[in-house]
């Protein structure tokens, strides 16, 4: 098959969306497909475009000066068909289009395949209305989120509309973006999610299409190669390991809060980057926290950083879909601590620590248990070694094949 990835989030940027595109991308290609890659993009010299071409990966038209956060925004999406329609002609021999996201570069994606009557599969990977809460200030949130709204559906028709409630949509902000998410998926031929739980939560807002469960995997030539099981005994100090964004949804000042209130010994490593990287280190240093920030790091790096830890931590609540961080513990035997309910989907029974809420308080008060309890580490880990083979993006391709075989 030949098959087009249209996302807004994958070139120069790090995260979840990127390693799960890297992973598919890679395993699609291995099994004989010809897979392409289109996305907004940083400004790039002839030399680097060239050398992405020679990978099928291919910037399309974007901002030079208006940047969403850290990532790149693209152009109008009319002028994303246009340069895609000039510059790959055949782009309209492909079978599958295969979209990321739900912003400009998406759009032309979708406008595309239904010009070309070619099948497009959208996939949700996550909480847009809390994205919009958590990242920008409070007084502006309702207006961006129409804005949002409004440049979305000049695009994409907004026949459903979602209205503030007492669920997920409780502001307006989160309403509209709801409204923007459910709409996008409609817009689309399929729809596809990792995990049951937010394929509940579209459904329940308005996505009328049958959803379709694609896990995300780990990358077959990065598995690890025979983590051992991980203990940790009494008052010997607990390695924790921090390898998501540092932004507000992903919860790293709460998490820091909660390590303020641990009578134990531990010691965190932080890896990667965010709005929120300033705040953290400026309130590990107030507060004396036994936390060593590393910055973004290569994969590798992070890859033998998490071998080396007695605990991955995913802090995030009412936020994430399926994230990485925890498939790329699973894979390396390491237990997890969460706080969000949610997550008990991804990972293996008996293979985490859930606190019993998201506040500082009650994520301490699970941490100083473990360390009252050191050898539940060693029962985690061996349940995680036990079903780490299930996490290889080989082992769940053939779910993303069928899918797109069932749209030919």
């Excluded at 109008?76 to 068909?81: D, G, N, S």
């Excluded at 509940?200 to 990065?222: A, C, R, S, T």
Aim: some cysteine; glycine content about 4%; overall charge positive.
């Amino acid at each position: 098959m030949k098959i087009a990835f249209f996302s807004d989030c994958y070139l120069d940027l790090t995260g979840g969306i990127t390693s799960s595109i890297n992973a598919q991308k890679t395993e699609l290609e291995r099994r004989g497909h010809t897979v392409y890659i289109f996305s907004t993009s940083y400004p790039k010299t002839p030399k680097e475009r060239q050398n992405l071409a020679k990978e099928n990966i291919f910037p399309v038209p974007s901002c030079h000066w208006c940047f969403r956060g850290l990532t790149p925004v693209s152009r109008r999406p009319k002028l994303v068909e246009k340069w895609l329609l000039q510059e790959h002609p055949e782009i309209k021999d492909f079978d599958i289009y295969y979209i990321h996201y739900e912003s400009g570069c998406s759009i032309a994606g979708l406008h595309l395949a239904k010009k070309l009557k070619i099948p497009s599969i959208q996939v949700m990977h996550g909480r847009e209305d809390m994205g919009v809460t958590s990242i920008i200030p409070f007084g502006l949130r309702t207006i961006v989120a129409t804005l949002l709204n409004w440049f979305h559906s000049w695009y994409i028709p907004h026949p459903t509309r979602v209205h503030k409630d007492n669920y997920l949509a409780n502001t307006v902000a989160k309403a509209k973006m709801w409204t923007l998410m459910v709409n996008h998926a409609n817009y689309a031929d399929c729809v596809i999610t990792p995990s049951h739980h937010f394929a509940k939560k579209l459904n329940h807002y308005g996505v009328k299409h049958k959803i379709k469960i694609f896990p995300n995997g780990y990358p077959d030539k990065n598995f690890p190669t025979n983590p051992s099981v991980k203990t940790l005994k009494l008052g010997q100090t607990l390695e924790i390991i921090w390898h998501s964004r540092l932004s507000g949804e992903k919860r790293i000042l709460p998490f820091l809060r909660a390590l303020n209130q641990v009578n134990g010994k531990y010691h965190l490593n932080v890896y990667g980057d965010g709005a929120n990287l300033n705040k953290a280190k400026r309130y590990a240093t107030k507060h004396h926290l036994n936390v060593t920030f590393h910055g973004n790091s290569k994969f590798n790096t992070v890859q033998n950083a998490i071998l080396k830890s007695h605990l991955d931590v995913l802090a995030s609540y009412n936020f994430d879909n399926y994230p990485m961080t925890l498939v790329e513990a699973e894979a390396s035997g390491v237990p997890v601590f969460i706080c969000d309910p949610d997550m008990q989907e991804i990972i293996p029974k008996d293979s985490y620590i859930l606190s019993s809420g998201p506040t500082p308080f009650q994520m301490a008060e699970a941490l100083n248990d473990l360390l009252n309890h050191p050898d539940k580490i060693q029962q985690m880990s061996k349940i995680m070694l036990k079903h780490r083979q299930e996490t290889l993006i080989s082992q769940r391709i053939k779910t993303l094949e069928d899918i797109f075989h069932l749209m030919l």
